[in-house]
């Protein structure tokens, strides 16, 4: 699939992929960038002006935790990682976008019908 | 918008995300490279990926602006913003919460400085005054001999060490005129005991303290500064004292005034002296310092064995003795413990009014703000935003008030200083950083108890439908609330009134007593003299004889005598006697003992009722009873003639009874005159206080008794010289001064219950505009519209008035002491203060009723 370039994600649903990411493992700043491109086959690329933002607000709402420790190749890196309320949330914020893309698929698939 | 950064830790912040978006832009830079594209062309790539690192950062800073300093400056400026829009509600809040939280801060400020903090002694709460109480003959003389306070120190086993003083009142002659000082005689040990060291100089050494050795004293600080200028010099100079030439050995720090403040000279009373061997001689008021660890009981305990031990030893007079002790505080402080309480109390009372009014205030500001919450809940506020915000207004009232209030206590500090004379402790009053404490916590403790209630009530869920009523739909909500906290003010500005009633009362009753002297054209004054005098009783009585009769002779004076206790000013020398030698043990013949020289009753004006009046004699043989006595205790009988003496062996001698005099107010003008035997002595004491009664003003004759006594007496000095009415206006200073603060306080609470009411029905008025339009419309007269707004007032003044008297019946037992003439449950009082509600409190109703029955129907409903 080709990247979606300057993707508009609706908002709070980079808060979920991040969360879902970080929940896999605790992970630094890149790699949930890197990771997120991975995952979604090169689809979503995230910029990195709403990453950080994103991440340091879901630290402070106490979703994530962070912690500096070692990354893979040596040097210091801060590490994201899923707090309890965080799975919480993920959970919850899951459920409702499984009912949003159901209820979407519904519309689009009826107009699709019609059309 | 405004950036708040976030005060705390910012740079270290930064620096966390300057090494967080470094480490991205470096792994991006390597997958660059990894790509195949060249180290600066990778960077350049990564850092245009990344979207501008300081923008980022920015942005980063703004997630971690604290949300809730926002929060507070948002709160805080919509609260500077409502407070600007209603300024006469703002001033007249602040006004009243800086009246409140002042006279509650300066109260505290003397309560802390005189009664909570202990005194500025290294360890206060261990210093203990320690008397010797003849429990069985009565006798009231606590002072104790020298030989017993050194047993005491030398036996007990609780105590780190014991001293004491006395003084004396003497002239200083180095100086061109002989200049009164004031100086006590200290037991060994005594700036051990008081745990503190000389400012200047050192304390007395061990042979300063024994007899014959060298002629010590250590200087107070004001002395040295009024004498001295301050100048470090004065360690090398001598005072010249009575017979004495002192070396000055220290300068004492200005805090240090025991045993009082007037206190100049400090010199050791060697306890090895010949003249100290007696064990019946009554000198010293002893301090302790108890061990750390030792409580009150268990030093009283020990030095109770202590005394049993030497009543073994010494059955006479040991034996007969026991051993009292009290806190050092307790003896500086203990008079006007209960006054400052009561004073704190009744601000304390006052305050919570003024809470009670400001929440009254509110919560009829909130009611009008109905409309702005219910806006603000539909846009999604919290319960708790909207109430932060509601308390955040009333927060910032209550800080504006007790800052205007901190300028009050400072004021009233400053007023607390010129009343040291009859204040103990008064130059401690400060305005220190616990004042301020003490001024915000009332600050925060009033924005609760002003602001919550109609917070809570102003954001009550059902307002948020209040949107979708318009106003029209508004009849007479009923406002049981407010009402409530308007009776509670009528209810504690009642508790506030009966109390200061009953005190005015009593003041009342006090002028009206007639003390049975006359206190008017008297002066009084002492003559400098040293105890070292009494060794010869007779040259002593002989000098004060001379002076009287120098006295006597100035042109302007009427009499002149002396007396050993000023009359009216409060004392109590009680003595058990015996008549005639027979002693019935079931009858106890209680009686104040009084020592008057010839001329006394002239003097002061008390008839003299049968036989003489004291003669001019050297001995204490004449006796003169008054009436009170007389009657008690010779019931019909002549009293002329018969022998009267103390009951147990004392130092005063028997005497005849010469005569029967009017009873007087001897003991204090608010205590009636109790049985009183008059010693005929003029020399009581070497410095007995002189009454001198003028055919003028007495004030004016001062310069000319002044320079008579400097004719007959060149080496001594005169003090203390002031008319006697005044000693008897300092006597009751206290009574009256509580009094008119308590007054102050009344009236204060008495007008914030009516602002109150006044508020409310205002309030009331204009939200039931147009109910009352409509009823008017219907055909309502205004009179009976007015009668049932006065009436909804009366309903409350009278809950409130009866919650106050009920309340008061327990509040005024506390003041019983205080009273004098009068009961608790004085009628007269009771009834007045309930007149005075009812009669303000009508009043104050009557404007916002008349005009809420002003209304104009048409012009209401016309309205929307």
Redesign the interface.
């Known amino acids: 699939m080709a990247p979606l370039e300057n993707a508009d994600l609706l908002q709070g649903t980079l808060d979920m992929l991040i969360l879902k990411v970080v929940a896999l493992g605790p992970l630094?700043?890149?790699g949930i960038?890197q990771r997120i491109r991975q995952m979604s086959n090169e689809v979503l690329n995230v910029?990195?002006?709403s990453l950080?933002?994103a991440l340091?607000?879901l630290e402070?709402r106490g979703w994530l935790v962070a912690e500096w420790g070692e990354?893979e190749n040596g040097?210091?890196?801060?590490f994201y990682q899923l707090s309890h309320e965080g799975h919480r949330q993920l959970g919850k914020e899951a459920a409702t976008w499984e009912r949003m893309a159901e209820a979407i698929r519904l519309i689009l698939g009826a107009a699709a019908q019609e059309g | 918008m405004a950036r708040w950064k976030n005060p705390f830790r910012a740079s270290g912040r930064d620096e966390a995300l300057d090494r967080e978006i470094a480490y991205h832009l470096d792994e991006l830079t390597k997958a660059n490279v990894a790509k195949g594209l060249g180290a600066d062309e990778g960077r350049r790539q990564a850092v245009i990926a990344f979207g501008g690192p300081e923008q980022v950062k920015q942005q980063l800073r703004e997630v971690h602006t604290s949300a809730f300093l926002n929060r507070m400056a948002f709160n805080l400026k919509s609260a500077m913003r409502f407070l600007r829009r209603s300024p006469s509600l703002s001033a007249a809040v602040i006004l009243v919460l800086a009246v409140g939280i002042g006279a509650n801060s300066a109260v505290f400020s003397a309560m802390d400085a005189v009664v909570l903090r202990p005194l500025p002694f290294p360890d206060a709460d261990q210093l203990v005054v320690i008397y010797q109480h003849d429990a069985k003959n009565r006798n009231a003389n606590h002072f104790v001999a020298p030989v017993r306070l050194e047993d005491w120190n030398r036996m007990n086993s609780t105590f780190q060490s014991i001293s004491g003083y006395y003084t004396d009142d003497l002239s200083e002659t180095s100086g061109p005129l002989p200049e009164k000082v004031s100086e006590a005689l200290v037991a060994p040990r005594f700036l051990r005991v008081m745990g503190v060291s000389p400012l200047l100089g050192r304390d007395f050494t061990a042979d300063e303290e024994r007899f014959g050795g060298p002629d010590a004293v250590l200087i107070s600080y004001r002395f040295w500064q009024r004498r001295f200028h301050g100048d470090p010099e004065a360690l090398s100079q001598k005072l010249h004292v009575s017979t004495f030439a002192y070396s000055i050995v220290g300068v004492m720090p200005p805090f240090f005034s025991v045993p009082n403040r007037d206190v100049d000279l400090w010199a050791p009373s060697p306890p090895d002296a010949p003249y100290a061997q007696r064990r019946d001689s009554t000198w010293f008021t002893v301090i302790g310092r108890m061990k750390t660890g030792a409580s009150l009981s268990e030093v009283l305990a020990d030095l109770r064995t202590v005394q049993s031990r030497l009543g073994a030893q010494f059955p006479t007079p040991d034996a007969e003795l026991t051993v009292q002790a009290m806190p050092l505080k307790e003896t500086v402080v203990g008079g006007v413990k209960d006054s400052l309480w009561l004073l704190y109390g009744s601000v304390s009372l006052l305050l919570l009014i003024a809470c009670s009014n400001i929440a009254a205030l509110l919560l009829a500001r909130t009611a009008d703000r109905e409309h702005e919450i219910s806006i603000r809940f539909s846009l999604g506020a919290s319960r708790g935003a909207i109430t932060a915000q509601l308390l955040t207004e009333v927060f910032t009232l209550a800080v504006a008030g007790s800052l205007l209030g901190l300028v009050t206590a400072a004021a009233a500090a400053r007023a607390f200083h010129l009343l040291s004379d009859q204040l103990p402790r008064a130059e401690e009053i400060t305005l220190n950083w616990r004042i301020v404490i003490y001024s915000l916590a009332c600050a925060l403790t009033t924005t609760m108890l002003c602001g919550l209630l109609p917070a809570i009530r102003g954001t009550r869920k059902q307002l948020a439908h209040s949107l979708a009523q318009t106003s029209r739909t508004q009849v007479s909500t009923r406002n049981p609330l407010q009402w409530t906290l308007v009776g509670v003010e009528i209810m504690l500005a009642v508790t506030l009134l009966t109390g200061a009633g009953l005190l005015l009362r009593s003041l009342e009753e006090l002028s009206r007593v007639s003390p049975g002297f006359d206190q008017s054209h008297v002066l009084t004054f002492q003559v400098t003299g040293s105890w070292g005098e009494t060794a010869d009783m007779k040259t002593l009585v002989q000098r004060i004889d001379r002076n009287l009769e120098g006295l006597r002779s100035l042109p302007g004076v009427e009499d002149a005598a002396t007396a050993a206790m000023l009359p009216g000013v409060p004392s109590l020398y009680q003595l058990e006697f015996k008549i005639d030698e027979h002693l019935d043990p079931n009858r106890k013949i209680l009686a104040d003992s009084r020592a008057v020289s010839f001329g006394y009753f002239r003097t002061m004006q008390i008839p003299v009722l049968a036989g003489d009046a004291c003669k001019q004699r050297t001995t204490t043989a004449d006796v003169i009873v008054n009436r009170s006595f007389a009657d008690r205790y010779f019931g019909g009988w002549n009293p002329i003639g018969h022998r009267l003496g103390p009951a147990t062996e004392n130092f005063i001698p028997a005497g005849t009874i010469r005569g029967v005099v009017g009873d007087a107010r001897e003991q204090g003008l608010n205590t009636l005159p109790l049985p009183t035997v008059y010693w005929c002595f003029s020399a009581p004491d070497p410095f007995p206080n002189v009454l001198v009664r003028t055919r003028g003003n007495p004030s004016a004759m001062a310069e000319a008794v002044r320079k008579r006594i400097h004719e007959i007496e060149p080496g001594r000095s005169v003090y203390g010289m002031m008319p006697l009415q005044m000693h008897l206006d300092e006597a009751s200073f206290e009574n009256r001064l509580r009094t008119i603060l308590l007054t102050l306080f009344a009236g204060s609470a008495v007008l914030l219950a009516c602002i109150g009411i006044y508020g409310t029905l205002n309030y009331l008025g204009r939200i039931r505009q147009r109910e009352v339009g409509m009823r008017l419309a219907l055909g309502a007269l205004p009179r009976q519209i007015l009668a049932r707004f006065v009436l909804q007032g009366f309903r409350v003044t009278a809950l409130g008035c009866a919650a106050g008297l009920i309340l008061s019946l327990g509040a005024d037992r506390l003041i019983e002491d205080m009273l004098y003439g009068v009961s608790t449950l004085d009628p007269q009082t009771y009834a007045g203060v309930v007149l005075l509600i009812v009669l303000v409190a009508t009043t104050a109703s009557l404007l916002p009723a008349w005009r809420a029955a002003r209304v104009e129907p048409v012009r209401v409903l016309r309205q929307d």
């Open positions: 630094h700043g890149y960038s910029q990195q002006g950080y933002p340091h607000r402070k990354s040097r210091e890196a801060k």
